[in-house]
């Protein structure tokens, strides 16, 4: 069962435009969700993250919003840079539990 | 601070061989992952550690894979005998606790002839 998915496996962008990746969960019961950057070869960085009880939160370039109503999540860039291009994760947290539940990934092209 | 060690970066092997991979956490994180990432998909736990204590291994296939952390700072995993779908990278994280953000290592890819 794909308790959390991204939808769009690629998205490409306009350098200076914003980027919008959206991530739907199926799981009322995660307490918080994270976005993860993933350049080639390398592990996955983590990003920002926000609690089930907010419904942004804001970190220089990146936004991510919450909308618990519709299970889903969304993170915003802006302005999106050629250095964000990667692939970006959800994954989201378990309440009593430690680990995390990822999604399949989209794959983010920025465009000069 | 140094992030998370691991070693190998690459594996080939040929089926029904075995392997194993090692990881370094961030020093002084007490919970340490080994997630499975096959291509095309997000990273699948497999294992995890609080200090020298397995917390979560439920999605481990324990008739061929196994994962130690004897002394509660590097762990490593072992998949005997492997199998054609159990290539994928396999990536180690840690966080200072169970719920922080976790840190990730660059991987090991593990390619199965």
């Known amino acids: 069962d794909q308790q959390v998915k991204q939808n769009s496996p690629s998205l490409s962008v306009q350098e200076g435009r914003i980027s919008i990746l959206n991530c739907d969960y199926t799981n009322s019961m995660f307490d918080y969700f994270l976005w993860y950057k993933k350049y080639p070869a390398e592990g996955p960085t983590f990003l920002i993250s926000?609690?089930?009880?907010?419904d942004k939160n804001e970190d220089g370039r990146f936004t991510v919003f919450l909308n618990k109503s519709a299970k889903h999540l969304s993170l915003h860039i802006v302005p999106s840079q050629p250095g964000d291009s990667a692939v970006y994760f959800c994954?989201?947290?378990?309440?009593?539990?430690?680990?995390?539940?990822f999604g399949q990934g989209t794959r983010l092209t920025i465009n000069p | 601070e140094a992030g998370v060690a691991q070693s190998p970066r690459y594996k080939i092997i040929e089926k029904r061989q075995s392997v194993a991979f090692w990881c370094n956490p961030i020093s002084g994180h007490a919970t340490l992952y080994w997630y499975q990432q096959i291509l095309g998909q997000g990273p699948k736990l497999l294992i995890q550690f609080q200090n020298n204590g397995v917390v979560d291994d439920s999605q481990l296939p324990k008739d061929r894979f196994s994962a130690e952390r004897l002394k509660g700072v590097d762990s490593t995993l072992k998949i005997q005998p492997a199998k054609l779908e159990d290539s994928a990278v396999y990536l180690c994280?840690?966080?200072?606790?169970?719920?922080?953000?976790?840190?990730f290592g660059d991987g090991t890819r593990l390619s199965i002839l």
């Open positions: 926000i609690s089930s009880i907010k």
């Open positions: 994954a989201a947290h378990p309440q009593g539990a430690q680990k995390l539940v």
């Open positions: 994280a840690s966080s200072l606790t169970g719920g922080g953000p976790q840190h």
